[in-house]
T-cell receptor, first 115, second 110 residues
Framework: EAGVAQSPRYKIIEKRQSVAFWCNPI?????LYWYQQILGQGPKLLIQ????????DSQLPKDRFSAERLKGVDSTLKIQPAKLEDSAVYLC?????????????FGQGTRLTVV | QQQVKQSPQSLIVQKGGISIINCAYE??????FPWYQQFPGKGPALLIA?????SEKKEGRFTISFNKSAKQFSLHIMDSQPGDSATYFC?????????FGSGTKLNVKP
């Protein structure tokens, strides 16, 4: 079974530039998450999708971050404009369903450095 | 507000020793408590998980102890090996919304 795929693996941008990350979840997984992991900290949920609808985006800085999950499969996370404090690893995860707790599978993440 | 508090931040254990990592939570609505293991450059991977209707779960060298009344749970790694050196995260979940602890960096010395 293929895992959660993310690209790119690494990205370096200047502050005020824009960047986009892509995630392809495990086939058949209805729930998709984007997490932000700052160095030395645990992952922090940015947004959770159930199919192509948003379940929770309460911690997404909506003035600069946006995410979409077209057709309930792939997802993109965009930052525009980026700030220095956005430097982090952005993790995508997916799980089979949201009606009861099931394992979340993580991708390898995209390491973003904002200079 | 941090939903899940984890300690210690770092841990050094000799090979063959027992590693113990502790977590505490406040929200009694949480009903799933997984532990994730993360190696450098990799995403977290599920190690072991427990639901609050049991007090202990064991899988190989890994055991979760769960104290519902104290709202605490812990991970015990028996016979710790150098290959166990990684960062460990506890988490708590309700309706598949996961809250992670701050992580424990474990170093098992040969």
């Amino acid at each position: 079974e293929a895992g959660v795929a993310q690209s790119p693996r690494y990205k370096i941008i200047e502050k005020r530039q824009s960047v986009a990350f892509w995630c392809n979840p495990i086939s058949g997984h209805a729930t998709l998450y984007w997490y932000q992991q700052i160095l030395g900290q645990g992952p922090k949920l940015l947004i959770q999708f159930q199919n192509n609808g948003v379940v929770d985006d309460s911690q997404l800085p909506k003035d600069r971050f946006s995410a979409e999950r077209l057709k309930g499969v792939d997802s993109t996370l965009k930052i525009q404009p980026a700030k220095l404090e956005d430097s982090a690893v952005y993790l995508c995860a997916s799980s089979l369903q949201a009606s009861k707790n099931t394992e979340a599978f993580f991708g390898q993440g995209t390491r973003l450095t904002v200079v | 507000q941090q939903q899940v508090k984890q300690s210690p931040q770092s841990l050094i254990v000799q090979k063959g020793g027992i590693s113990i990592i502790n977590c505490a939570y406040e929200n009694t609505a949480f009903d799933y408590f997984p532990w994730y293991q993360q190696f450098p450059g990799k995403g977290p991977a599920l190690l072991i998980a427990i639901r609050p209707d049991v007090s202990e779960k064991k899988e190989g060298r890994f055991t979760i102890s769960f104290n519902k009344s104290a709202k605490q749970f812990s991970l015990h790694i028996m016979d710790s090996q150098p290959g166990d050196s990684a960062t460990y995260f506890c988490a708590a979940s309700n309706f598949n919304k996961f809250y992670f602890g701050s992580g424990t960096k474990l170093n098992v010395k040969p």
